[in-house]
């Protein structure tokens, strides 16, 4: 098996409105020894010797590590595991922790992807969701990563916030278009329980737009991003050409990934399972005894479920012909009533190789999904 592998560093300068992200402000004290912990976790890695064509390093905001910290976690991997010659090599970053110098050094690392998370190119939004940069920082950073050679280059935006307009989103899909990016994921906020948004939302504070306002929203995103020479490849990713993200197609195309870090998520093809949460816990154990805080076997049943629930995300969908290679039986013995019922309910398709969700499905992601749970 050809593994992705994820790194999670959980640092972050400021908690964002809406993250419900397993990272934390204000304790910086223990990065000395979190990094430490990480290099010992990948080297006592029971997949050692694995070829593994991704990493993807992510956050919290890694961009707040040295680039010399992230060498020593990108040399620790390649010690540890066969890395590809041609692997995607992604690192999350924050505008306000990224410039040429940090970008240059850290391509002299080995990174050659960035996903910077802009999420809005409006002050007046930026500052309300609590993020510390400005749009201006937004797009010095992304224009500073690509004059610095790392040339695939992936932007976050949001929609559906409280106070956002039309608008407004189609103002900050038509500033991506002016910039170098050849990725964006464009998420519809999804609001979170536990976080500062969903208590002040609770309390009345804000409001969010009305559902049709969001689905307009939605609209405007899929033509725009179109007409600037993207295709739409999975419900909230858009790629020009062949830059699509290698190593989030793996969670959606069910190829194992193995995680390094606090909270990091790992599935095998068997079993899924998650780290500890708690920074000193994961420094104390890491390369000494298991992090793992639970895991679940992954059942026959519950298999085939995630496998195509997962595929749908993607525009290209479920491949009829892959599920029978893995599986050893048709996707019509398992779900062809449940798909007969959705191409009539208009939000599949069928496709040359399988089905996949309809424009119209799109809307209606989870309610799809919701039929492959049985």
């Not at 010095?140 to 610095?148: F, H, M, S, T």
């Not at 990016?181 to 737009?209: F, N």
């Not at 890491?286 to 595929?311: Q, T």
């Amino acid at each position: 098996m050809t593994l992705g592998l994820y790194v999670h560093i959980p640092f972050c300068r400021h908690k964002c409105l809406y993250c419900d992200f397993p990272s934390y402000a204000g304790l910086e004290r223990y990065r000395d020894g979190y990094v430490q912990a990480l290099c010992r976790d990948i080297a006592a890695s029971p997949y050692a010797g694995e070829e593994a064509d991704t990493i993807y390093i992510g956050g919290g905001t890694p961009s707040l590590l040295a680039a010399g910290e992230i060498g020593r976690i990108l040399e620790t991997l390649r010690r540890t595991f066969r890395i590809a010659d041609d692997a995607e090599i992604t690192m999350e970053a924050n505008p306000d922790s990224l410039s040429y110098d940090k970008a240059a050094a850290l391509a002299d690392c080995g990174v050659n992807r960035l996903s910077l998370g802009v999420q809005s190119f409006s002050d007046a939004m930026l500052s309300f969701l609590g993020r510390v940069h400005t749009a201006a920082q937004g797009e010095r950073a992304i224009q500073a990563a690509y004059d610095a050679g790392i040339h695939n280059l992936s932007l976050d935006l949001m929609y559906g916030l409280p106070g956002q307009t039309l608008a407004d989103v189609r103002r900050d899909v038509e500033r991506l278009s002016q910039l170098p990016v050849v990725h964006a994921s464009i998420y519809s906020l999804i609001v979170e329980e536990g976080t500062q948004l969903k208590a002040g939302l609770d309390k009345g504070d804000w409001q969010l737009p009305p559902d049709e306002a969001t689905e307009a929203m939605a609209r405007t995103v899929h033509d725009a991003m179109h007409r600037y020479g993207f295709h739409h490849y999975e419900i909230s990713s858009y790629a020009k050409g062949p830059f699509e993200s290698r190593h989030n197609s793996k969670y959606w195309t069910y190829e194992p990934y193995i995680g390094f870090g606090v909270s990091a998520h790992s599935f095998d093809g068997k079993m899924r399972w998650a780290n500890v949460a708690n920074i000193p816990a994961y420094i104390q154990k890491a390369g000494k005894g298991s992090v793992v805080a639970e895991s679940v076997a992954i059942d026959a049943e519950r298999a085939v479920e995630d496998y195509c629930f997962l595929a749908l995300r993607r525009r290209a969908g479920i491949d009829y012909g892959d599920y029978a290679r893995r599986f050893g039986k048709a996707i019509e013995d398992d779900f062809g009533p449940v798909i007969d019922q959705l191409v009539r309910q208009g939000l599949l398709e069928r496709t040359a190789q399988g089905c996949c969700l309809s424009e119209e499905g799109l809307g209606y992601g989870n309610y799809v999904f919701s039929k492959f749970i049985r």
